[in-house]
């Protein structure tokens, strides 16, 4: 079993940047791919960010060039900063960690 604890959100205006962490324990060494995906009212989770344990990254394309996904040495922990927030980045953001652990979620609001 893994166990996904998350930093909390917050609320940010516009244009602001947010940073997130996820503190992963248990069995580490079963995670090899880590990730975010976000959730807000009445959609589907979506993708958001993902990083695989050689360090190899993909973002969804409404991100890309704003947010930032890495992780420690020791791959415990990922970190998603966000920059440049717009509102419809509001939403729940879960921490994942492949295959199938996930994250109790926090809030992220963007809103002026």
């Known amino acids: 079993q893994v166990q996904l604890v998350e930093s909390e959100g917050g609320l940010v205006q516009p244009g602001g940047s947010l940073s997130l962490s996820c503190a992963a324990s248990?069995?580490?060494?079963?995670?090899?791919?880590m990730g975010w995906y976000r959730q807000a009212p009445g959609t589907n989770r979506e993708l958001v960010a993902s990083i695989k344990s050689g360090g190899l990254t993909n973002y969804a394309d409404s991100v890309k060039g704003r947010f930032t996904i890495s992780r420690d040495n020791a791959k415990t922990t990922v970190y998603l900063q966000m920059n440049s927030l717009k509102l419809e980045d509001t939403g729940v953001y879960y921490c994942t960690a492949v295959p199938g652990f996930w994250g109790q979620g926090t809030q992220v609001t963007v809103s002026s």
């Open positions: 248990g069995n580490i060494l079963s995670i090899d791919e």
